[in-house]
């Protein structure tokens, strides 16, 4: 079985992460792109939607076990290619939403934030930045995301306390813009962006570029450490 599933539901496809907790490794950041290829490839109106397959994770992050085994020789560059994930995520020609189905923690919230939308189940499911706790400060365009997303208050407090956050208390902080039963999460989440999908591909990323074009721009060279 793939690890993501693409498919079309009207104008919108849906993009199902099916890799467990979808911590972000080699192979899962490969056909995530290999996914995104497809939709950018496409004609007509779209838009895009990720979920998680499990009820429990949306994504959990950085794949820190591989990075530190298997995939410790390329740990450095692919730190890289993640930050340009999330970078092509942000930038995206079509209009985006995470369906957060579950736990989205460190770079799985980060891949959550690079959405236009996002839609959070409300009985479970924990939104979180825990880098201050594991010890890994964020690369310069992730943190120029965070506060892309969130208000002051609130990204000074995601960041420095590390808090786990349920989905009705991230609706109350503007984290997400849709807290809802578990079984609506898609829908809501398809709702938020199908209307929008007729949008020209040109215009919409070139308004998302200027909006965050500090998070942007850091993101998609890669910038891993701050100057």
């Known amino acids: 079985m793939s690890i993501v599933d693409l498919k079309k539901e009207g104008d919108v496809f849906i993009l199902t992460m099916r890799s467990g907790e979808n911590r972000f490794n080699r192979t899962f950041i490969d056909a995530m792109n290999d996914a995104l290829d497809t939709v950018e490839k496409s004609e007509g109106p779209a838009a895009l939607v990720t979920i998680g397959a499990e009820d429990k994770y949306y994504s959990n992050g950085l794949d820190l076990d591989w990075m530190m085994g298997d995939g410790m020789a390329q740990a450095p560059e692919f730190i890289k290619s993640a930050l340009k994930f999330l970078g092509r995520v942000m930038a995206f020609p079509v209009p985006t939403a995470a369906a957060m189905n579950g736990h989205s923690f460190a770079a799985g919230a980060l891949l959550a934030l690079a959405h236009d939308f996002r839609v959070m189940r409300a009985d479970r499911g924990f939104f979180c930045l825990p880098e201050v706790d594991i010890n890994i400060p964020f690369a310069p365009g992730m943190t120029a995301l ?5 208000t002051p208050t609130v990204f ?12 009705v208390q991230a609706k109350e902080l503007g984290i997400v813009d849709e807290a809802v039963p578990a079984d609506d999460v898609l829908a809501r989440a398809i709702a938020c962006v199908a209307p929008l999908a007729g949008k020209n591909r040109y215009t919409f990323q070139a308004l998302k570029r200027g909006m965050y074009a500090e998070a942007v721009a850091l993101l998609e060279a890669g910038v891993t450490n701050a100057p």
């Open 146 to 150: 965070i506060k892309s997303r969130l």
């Open 156 to 167: 000074r407090d995601v960041i420095l306390t590390g808090v786990r956050i349920g989905g």
